[in-house]
């Protein structure tokens, strides 16, 4: 296989890593949304998930009870957007009941497992790709999707994958 097919073999490959991840995103809020006592969530979450988060602290217990089980399923978590980048896909969206706009950032592995969750509330946020120097490229970073549920009154941040 020569140097173009391989590099055509990867472009083909990343559309279809970002849409197999955007479906597991999707799958997961299913579950989390639905009126089922039993959230379905095994195989879509790894045991071990690493969940950071990032906002005020009234909110800190927003995703990680419904992901437990602990807490019933919820309109909340009914993201109005979700992007895949790669590994990493984003959702976002807005609860009603507590006034708090959320961002999800979900890192999937290459079986398709839930690794990580980066959740950030009442916090704009802009997602930016960092390229890798090169002579013929720009150096600096490129702004690829920011939040949108959000007013004037709240921090941003940019979250580099």
Request: proline fraction near 6%; charge should be negative; include cysteine.
């Amino acid at each position: 296989m020569g140097h173009n097919s391989l590099a055509n073999s990867k472009s083909q490959q990343q559309p279809c890593l970002e849409e197999r991840n955007t479906r597991v995103i999707t799958e997961l809020y299913k579950a989390l949304t639905s009126k089922e006592t039993e959230t379905p969530l095994n195989g879509l979450v790894a045991q071990d998930l690493e969940w950071w988060f990032h906002g005020p602290s009234c909110h800190r217990h927003h995703l990680v009870p419904r992901l437990t089980g602990s807490l019933p399923s919820s309109k909340a978590l009914v993201p109005e957007h979700v992007v895949g980048f790669g590994p990493v896909v984003i959702a976002e969206g807005f609860d009603d009941a507590n006034l708090a706009w959320w961002v999800h950032a979900w890192t999937i592995n290459a079986k398709g497992v839930i690794t990580q969750v980066k959740e950030y509330v009442n916090t704009s946020v802009t997602v930016t790709l960092l390229v890798v120097p090169n002579p013929s490229a720009s150096n600096k970073c490129q702004c690829i999707w920011q939040s949108t549920l959000r007013d004037e009154s709240v921090p941003g941040l940019i979250l580099a994958i």
